[in-house]
């Protein structure tokens, strides 16, 4: 029996510890963030859209060829408040980290991509940020 009374004991202060850890120390053991790479497109007008259905399946192309990245989704704009400022296209690179991102930018697949956008980009917003979580 006391031995069994000091188990529980030692189980319920392991958790208490565990569960009063501040917000940080519980952050540092989880070394999840990950690195977000924001890009939003604005084509110029008169853009085919065939031209804009070869960018999107050429950016959505990169993943199978650039390791660095962990994660990719896209997607138009279908925002109600009409504050896109003509941007339509949105799309959300994931890395684990800076040095998978400074492997993607000068990577051949991406400065190919690149060549393919630029005649017909009006403007792009890019944006990069640690998740939080």
Not at 65 to 86: C, Q, V, Y
Not at 100 to 119: C, I, S, T
Request: aromatic letters at 12%.
């Amino acid at each position: 029996m006391h031995r069994f009374i000091l188990g529980s004991l030692f189980i319920l202060v392991s958790i208490g510890v565990t569960m009063t850890l501040p917000k940080s120390a519980r952050a540092e053991e989880k070394s999840d963030k990950i690195l977000r790479h924001v890009v939003c497109f604005k084509f110029k007008e008169g853009t085919p859209e065939a031209k804009v259905r070869e960018i999107e399946a050429a950016f959505a192309a990169l993943p199978e060829k650039i390791d660095a990245i962990r994660d990719f989704e896209w997607g138009t704009n279908n925002s109600p408040e009409n504050l896109a400022a003509g941007y339509t296209h949105c799309f959300l690179v994931t890395f684990a980290d800076e040095a998978g991102r400074a492997a993607y930018l000068p990577h051949p697949a991406h400065q190919a991509f690149v060549a393919l956008l630029k005649p017909h980009l009006d403007k792009a917003f890019v944006i990069d940020y640690w998740a939080e979580r």
